[in-house]
């Protein structure tokens, strides 16, 4: 795996300069040894990327701006996976390998054959986790946006949510697998059984 990417605030980027601290300054001077002078690729969230060097390492990590480009590695179709609750802890592995292959968003829903029920609590703790790991994906991946895992919505929200949406794609259930032309579809075809999983593209 190469080098892992970094993402700031562009409100941290003064004259040229950006200051890393907290969990990014631990990975760079603890696991990366990382020295001054090394470079770096850092990211905006917003898909630009930074060529940066370290200028100091005393307090946080200091980088120099050498030059900046558009991140080439987001796909230009942006997708938005939504996945009914999985048992136990699968829904982690599948937000960090929906992350590496390119999704731009992860919309978790609760349907009637759901076994995972969370109440408000529970699924704004797991929601906060969730992006952790796609942040922490989006890095390994070297992504030019950290996707978003919005909050816990019931199947007719999300379908509502769909219809902003282009092209809906059901894969697995009952269904089997199509495309359906418009995300009004979906909600005559899944009826709110909800599929393994749906798949809509934004271009």
């Excluded at 200091?62 to 590695?73: G, W």
């Excluded at 759901?114 to 699924?123: F, G, I, M, P, Q």
Aim: charged residues 30%.
């Amino acid at each position: 795996m190469g080098m892992p990417k970094f993402f700031f605030d562009k409100i941290d980027m003064t004259q040229g300069q950006i200051c890393l601290h907290g969990e990014d300054e631990k990975h760079i001077k603890t696991v990366l040894r990382a020295k001054e002078g090394e470079e770096l690729t850092l990211c905006d969230g917003e898909g630009m990327d930074y060529q940066c060097r370290i200028s100091s390492l005393a307090d946080g990590v200091q980088l120099e701006v050498l030059s900046q480009a558009p991140c080439e590695t987001e796909p230009k179709t942006k997708i938005t996976l939504y996945q009914g609750l999985p048992k136990a802890d699968k829904m982690e592995l599948i937000i960090q390998k929906a992350v590496e292959l390119g999704v731009y968003e992860v919309i978790p829903v609760e349907t009637k054959r759901t076994v995972v029920k969370l109440d408000a609590k529970k699924a704004e703790k797991k929601v906060s986790r969730w992006n952790e790991i796609a942040k922490s994906a989006a890095k390994q991946s070297g992504r030019g946006i950290v996707p978003q895992v919005t909050r816990v919505m019931r199947y007719a929200e999300a379908a509502e949510y769909a219809k902003e949406l282009d092209t809906v794609i059901v894969s697995g259930g009952r269904l089997g697998s199509q495309i359906l032309l418009s995300p009004d579809d979906l909600v005559k075809a899944v009826d709110g059984e909800m599929a393994d999983i749906v798949f809509c593209e934004n271009k």
